[in-house]
């Protein structure tokens, strides 16, 4: 089967004033072959995924050029985006986690618990808070409301990927680098029951994994 071109799906930077959505097209590109039992489809390949984050790793480049970066990550799904996007961005900043808790091994959200709180003070400085998806935005809504009791003197939000269809707050990124339909999807960081996450690139679980069920 022929690789699938997304190009014509891919989203532009928030901040370029245009949103294209990353649709899945009915010509799916096959995972691996050690994968096809669990993993239905490709939805972003492996190469998509490191030209965008180059894109994103630029633009943060340019807009805090000059200021004093912290990056905040949330855990544990940022992983793979975070390292990715910290190697593309080629100025001094700093590194801090904060730990959320809001799935609880499966597919729904549960109650929201803070599991790692900030070690730096981010008080006067330009904060780059970094998650792998936007769904609901419950956690980014909670997550942010903390970070600015902090007195920051910027806040900006960088998603991997953005899933407006299950938005319930109302909160969006500034940066986002894929806007994706309403599927379940795993791999590049993000897991269904702590697996899959070290897929290299985001995939659609087998409707035999999740049943009826979006992420």
């Known amino acids: 089967m022929e690789p699938v071109d997304y190009q014509e799906f ?15 097209p009915a010509q799916s590109q096959q995972p691996p072959r050690l ?3 669990e ?36 855990l ?14 080629s100025l001094p900043l700093r590194l801090d986690f904060i730990g959320v808790s809001s799935y609880r091994g499966g597919a729904e959200p549960g109650g929201l618990i803070f599991t790692k709180e900030l070690r730096l003070d981010v008080r006067g400085r330009d904060v780059l ?23 920051p003197r910027r806040l900006k939000v960088c998603v991997l990927l953005d899933k407006p269809a299950r938005r319930l707050e ?7 680098g894929f806007t994706i339909p309403d599927e379940f999807v795993v ?6 029951g702590e697996k ?20």
């Open 129 to 151: 808070l970094v998650d792998d998806i936007l769904d609901t935005g419950r956690t980014l809504a909670r997550v942010r409301a903390k970070l600015r009791a902090l007195q």
């Open 35 to 37: 994968w096809r039992g």
């Open 76 to 89: 544990n799904g940022t992983v793979m985006f975070l390292a990715d996007l910290l190697r593309g961005v």
């Open 196 to 215: 899959y996450r070290n897929l290299p690139f985001v995939g659609l679980l087998h409707p035999n994994i999740v049943r009826g069920v979006t992420s």
């Open 170 to 176: 109302n909160v969006a990124a500034d940066y986002v």
């Open 10 to 24: 891919e989203p532009k930077l928030i901040a370029d004033g245009e949103r294209q959505n990353l649709k899945r």
């Open 187 to 192: 791999g590049y960081g993000l897991d269904y």
């Open 39 to 74: 993993i239905h489809s490709v939805l972003i390949s492996r190469a998509r995924l490191a030209r965008r984050v180059r894109t994103l790793a630029r633009q943060i480049e340019k807009d805090f050029a000059g200021g004093d970066l912290v990056i905040v990550a949330l």
